[in-house]
């Protein structure tokens, strides 16, 4: 399903974020006691990566954790024992929900700890409602819809009358279900379809020098039991991975 940019008129974590890089050795470790700030797959689309020495590694994976993990977008600068480089981290994004093309923007704070049914399709507010930050009335308000906006339902929470919906190709947040009908001549989409675990990931932009030689590329990675993993090349093109 791809998130769609529609109007209906007709109707109404990672926990250290902000720290220095010295800081991150005091982060929760990952699973196994492995550091949190060893970044799985973190040169993935470099073709210098493979030449790099440990140290070269242990730097460009420090350097892309506290990217990853930090809460702007100013970009950090490396260096290791023969190689050096550059990361600047982007825009957080929705991943694991198996959306056609590009994982959709999404609020840095939005929560993702349940399980979604997805591919629910086209659904148009009949109400001005309160888009939250997570699947209940006790998490906070991030913005307010005007009645009758169309919003694509990304996902619903598995037991719970709530919707993960996207306005203008962007995640938004939570919205009852009782606040929103299908869209008039809209086709939903697999209604009662698949189950999947979202994932928060974050783009970000990689150089690396080695050699003599400089590599630049772009990637995705996503967040799981608060460790970053850098997601595989997406067959149709690599300027942007996920």
């Not at 630049?216 to 090349?233: I, K, L, M, S, Y």
Request: hydrophobic letters at 40%; a positive charge.
């Amino acid at each position: 399903m791809r998130v769609k940019t529609v109007r209906v008129e007709s109707i109404a974590r990672a926990c250290g974020a902000g720290l220095a890089l010295a800081a991150l050795a005091a982060c929760a470790s990952g699973p196994g006691g492995r550091e949190a700030g060893a970044v799985a797959n973190a040169g993935a689309g470099s073709r210098l990566a493979a030449g790099l020495t440990g140290g070269d590694r242990k730097a460009l994976e420090g350097a892309l954790a506290a990217a990853l993990s930090a809460p702007g977008t100013d970009p950090r600068n490396w260096r290791g024992e023969a190689a050096r480089g550059e990361v600047t981290p982007g825009r957080y994004v929705l991943g694991g929900l198996g959306l056609d093309g590009d994982p959709p923007p999404m609020p840095p704070s939005l929560f993702l700890g349940e399980r979604l049914e997805t591919d629910l399709g086209l659904h148009a507010l009949t109400r001005n409602s309160n888009v939250r930050r997570g699947p209940g009335t006790s998490y906070p308000a991030l913005e307010t819809l005007d009645v009758g906006t169309g919003v694509d339902v990304v996902g619903r929470v598995v037991g719970k009358p709530w919707n993960l919906v996207a306005v203008d190709g962007r995640v938004r947040g939570y919205v009852h279900e009782n606040l929103m009908i299908r869209a008039p001549g809209a086709e939903l989409e697999l209604a009662g379809g698949p189950t999947r675990t979202p994932k928060r990931c974050r783009a970000f932009e990689q150089r690396l020098s080695f050699r003599g030689r400089t590599d630049r590329w772009a990637g995705v990675a996503c967040e799981t039991d608060g460790r970053w993993a850098v997601e595989p090349a997406r067959a149709e093109g690599p300027t942007f991975l996920y």
